[in-house]
């Protein structure tokens, strides 16, 4: 009975070894997961804030447009193909939903 005890108690020190290598490998791997979240989170809080703030946004519009109007049209066109493209996709995802 005591050997039989001895080989638990080895095959869950080998158990427990091995999973404390797995968390360090899982860390370890998570860390390019974390960076990937930390930029995703700035996206949202500036989208957030261009969301809380219009009146900035159209001043800036108007100021890129007033100094640069060829180049105010071009970034208002890719502007617009942008949001009809989020547009599009949010119908197709609730569609899917």
Do not use: Y
Not at 11 to 18: F, P, Y
Not at 25 to 53: F, M, P
Not at 72 to 91: D, E, I, P, S, T
């Amino acid at each position: 009975m005591n050997e039989k005890r001895l080989l638990l108690a080895m095959r869950r020190g080998q158990l427990t070894a091995r999973i404390a290598a797995q968390r360090t490998a899982l860390a370890e791997h998570s860390q390019a997961l974390k960076t990937l979240c930390a930029t995703g989170d700035q996206v949202t809080h500036g989208v957030r804030w261009l969301r809380e703030h219009p009146l900035a946004v159209g001043t800036g519009v108007a100021l890129l447009a007033a100094l640069r109007p060829q180049r105010g049209w071009r970034w208002a066109k890719r502007g617009f193909l942008v949001w009809r493209g989020w547009q599009a996709l949010r119908k197709t995802l609730a569609v899917l939903h």
